[in-house]
Structures are given as structure tokens and as C-alpha cells.
Nanobody, 122 residues
């Protein structure tokens, strides 16, 4: 599955962005999808994940501010980010794994897209 992440940009602290993860020529309906991010000088970290039926999991620092959702008819998974903080600045990646599961482990996802950059200014 080829994934495309989009929607990143520059936003002021407290602002919002919506990231999209879509496919071309494939369906995401049989995959679980997650967002990861890598901040400058830091390790890749889990952000949020969603399974087939809409079950989800969030990293503690984004819970209550970020919402992951999916539109299977559009083959797209969204990450709505609100109340953004400078520490949310990172390259955000979406990843897909075949099957119905929720995981925060990058190794559980076999397909990865190129990242989209989110920069939050203070």
C-alpha cells in the first residue's frame, strides 16, 4: 500500500491543523493505520492509531488535543490536531498494517508514507 501524507504546515501555538493519509490504487479499509512523528534530534514516536472499527489509541501528550478518524469510502485517515504546542513540531508519518488491530509499535506497520512537516511557532 502506497501512502501519501499531507496537510502539514506552519501554525502558531494554539492553532490547528488536519493531516490526511490517503492511498492511490489501494484500499485502507482492511488496514489499521497509525501516525508517528519524529522531532528534530529525537527518536520516532507514536502519536495515534485507529483500527477498522474506529477503535483508537493516543500517546499521552496528545490525548484530548488530537483526534484520529477514518473515512473508508475515501480511503483516507485523518489526524485533527488542535491546541498545538511548539513541542508538536515534527515530521509526521502515517503507516498502515494489514488487519484489525491497534498498536503503538512501528514494527507492526508494513507500509509507510513520506512525512509531512508540522511546525508550531511560539
Amino acid at each position: 500500500v502506497q501512502l501519501q501524507a499531507s496537510g502539514g504546515g506552519l501554525v502558531q501555538a494554539g492553532g490547528s491543523l488536519r493531516l490526511s493519509c490517503s492511498t492511490s490504487g489501494h484500499t485502507l479499509s482492511s488496514h489499521s493505520v497509525a501516525w508517528f512523528r519524529r522531532a528534530p534530534g529525537k527518536e520516532r514516536e507514536f502519536v495515534a492509531a485507529v483500527n477498522w472499527s474506529g477503535g483508537n489509541r493516543y500517546q499521552g501528550s496528545v490525548r484530548g488535543r488530537f483526534t484520529i478518524s477514518r473515512d473508508n469510502a475515501k480511503n483516507t485517515v485523518f489526524l485533527q490536531m488542535s491546541s498545538l504546542k511548539p513541542e508538536d513540531t515534527a515530521l509526521y508519518y502515517c503507516a498502515a498494517g494489514y488487519g484489525n488491530f491497534i498498536s503503538s509499535l512501528w514494527r507492526d506497520f508494513e507500509s509507510w508514507g513520506l512525512g509531512t512537516l508540522v511546525t508550531v511557532s511560539s
